[in-house]
Nanobody, 124 residues
């Protein structure tokens, strides 16, 4: 069991940067593959980025590739999402999630644990 708490969301302008953090507690360490998902109003929750247990493997949605960077600190039990060159279409609630999958997965159903989400709003 692991508990996840996101932070760092806010209101920014297009082109700005924002850094989201996810703090894990409970059964933590490098046990989980970690992912970020987002959900805009009226839309399905979609994959954004994921990072393997070791941090050596990552995956990104095409829409954020080259702009977002996921990283993790297994000592501090945190996962971060650095978001640069933000666009209005990046506006959503961002969720941190943990998966027991060995491989980095983009599938929502592979993630058993979820945070409560943090709002990111990008104005044009």
């Amino acid at each position: 069991q692991v508990q996840l708490v996101e932070s760092g969301g806010g209101l920014v302008q297009a082109g700005d940067s924002l850094r989201l953090s996810c703090a894990a507690s409970g059964r933590t360490g490098s046990t989980y593959t970690m992912g970020w998902f987002r959900q805009a109003p009226g839309s399905e929750r979609e994959f954004v980025a994921a990072i393997s247990r070791s941090g050596r493997s990552t995956a990104y949605a095409n829409s954020v590739k080259g702009r977002f960077t996921v990283s993790r600190d297994n000592v501090k039990n945190t996962v971060s999402l650095q978001m640069n060159s933000l666009k209005p279409e990046d506006t959503a609630v961002y969720y941190c999630a943990a998966s027991l999958s060995i491989v980095v997965s983009t599938a929502r159903n592979q993630y058993a644990y979820w945070g409560q989400g943090t709002q990111v709003t990008v104005s044009s």
